[in-house]
C-alpha cells in the first residue's frame, strides 16, 4: 500500500471517528520509576527543556522518534541544540548529561511513519548500574504481551511533564488488530492498547521517544497517539525489530 494511501486512510478514520492522531506522548496512570530499575531510558532535551524520551542502545548511541529531531521533514535540528540525559529518573537533574554531536533520521520518514531517528553523542558515556544500554529485539512481541514503557510525559491531558521517570504497561496486539483499528497497513508499526477499559494509560506529550521493553529487549519506540492521551484507542509505536536493520547499519 503506498504511504499516501496509508496516510489518508489514518486521517479519514480520524475524521470518522473524531480522532486526531497525535505525534506526541505522555504515561497516564505511570508509577514512578525506582532508581536504576530502567538504565536505558533517557531524557531527549532541547534548548535545555525536556522534549522526548529516548533509548540507550550503546555508550555513545541514543534511539528516539524522528518527530522530536526535526523541523517537519527529515531534516534534523542543530545537533548542538541538544542533551541527552542518562542514568537518572530525573529529568531536571542527577545522572549525566551529553551533548549530541549529529542525528541520524531514517529518510523514509513522513507523516509518522518510519517516525525513527539516532542520536550520536559526542562521547560515550559512563556505563554503571544506573546508565545502562539495552538490546535490540529481533522478534514482535506476541499479541496480549505485556509491554513496559517509560518516560517523563505530562501526567494529565493538560498537565506539565513528569519531573520523575514513570513507568507504564499496554498489551501488544496484533498487526491486523492493529489495521481494523487504526486503517493503518505498515509492518513498521507496533501497535499496544490498554489493559484495563476502566483505567485511562499510555503516552502522552512529551512521551514520544519512549522506549517499550519485553523481555528486557527494546520492541517499540513511542511515536503517536490517537484522539486524546489515555484514550482506548492503539498506541503507536514504531517496531524495533522491523528497524533493527537500520538502525544497526547507522550506528
Known amino acids: 500500500m503506498p504511504t499516501v494511501h496509508i496516510v489518508f486512510l489514518l486521517l479519514l478514520s ?17 508509577k514512578g520509576a525506582e532508581v536504576g530499575s530502567h538504565p536505558y531510558s533517557v531524557s531527549v532535551q532541547r534548548n535545555g527543556a525536556h522534549v522526548c524520551g529516548g533509548a ?23 545537533a548542538r541544540t541538544f542533551l541527552v540525559r542518562a542514568g537518572s529518573i ?12 549529529h ?13 525513527v531517528a539516532l542520536m550520536v553523542l559526542q562521547q560515550p558515556l559512563t556505563l554503571n548500574a544506573n546508565t545502562q544500554p539495552i538490546a535490540l529485539a529481533s522478534e514482535v512481541p506476541p499479541s496480549d504481551a505485556e509491554i513496559i514503557y517509560t518516560g517523563w510525559g505530562a501526567v494529565s491531558n493538560q498537565g506539565a511533564s513528569s519531573q520523575r ?18 486503517y ?32 528486557n529487549e527494546l520492541v517499540g519506540i513511542g511515536s503517536f497517539f490517537v484522539d486524546v492521551c489515555g484514550s482506548l484507542k492503539p498506541n503507536g509505536f514504531m517496531s524495533i525489530p522491523y528497524y533493527r536493520g537500520w538502525i544497526i547499519e547507522n550506528m
Do not use: F, W
Not at 14 to 30: D, I, K, S, Y
Not at 166 to 173: D, M, T, W
Not at 187 to 207: K, M, P, Y
Open 14 to 30: 480520524a475524521a470518522v471517528n473524531g480522532a486526531t492522531a497525535q505525534p506526541q506522548g505522555r504515561l497516564l496512570e505511570g
Open 56 to 78: 540507550l542502545i550503546s555508550a555513545k548511541v541514543c534511539l528516539t522518534a524522528a518527530h522530536c529531531v526535526t523541523t517537519g521533514g527529515i531534516e534534523s535540528y542543530p
Open 90 to 101: 530525573q529529568r531536571l537533574a542527577g545522572g549525566q548529561l551529553a551533548q549530541v554531536d
Open 103 to 115: 542525528i541520524k533520521v531514517h529518510k523514509g520518514y513522513a507523516n509518522g511513519l518510519n517516525n
Open 184 to 215: 493503518v497497513d505498515h509492518e513498521g508499526l507496533l501497535c499496544l492498547v490498554s489493559a484495563s477499559e476502566t483505567i485511562a494509560n499510555g503516552i502522552c506529550h512529551n512521551d514520544a521517544g519512549a522506549p517499550a521493553v519485553y523481555k
Open 165 to 182: 521517570m514513570l513507568v507504564g504497561s499496554r498489551k501488544a496486539i496484533s498487526a491486523a488488530d492493529c489495521q481494523k483499528q487504526l
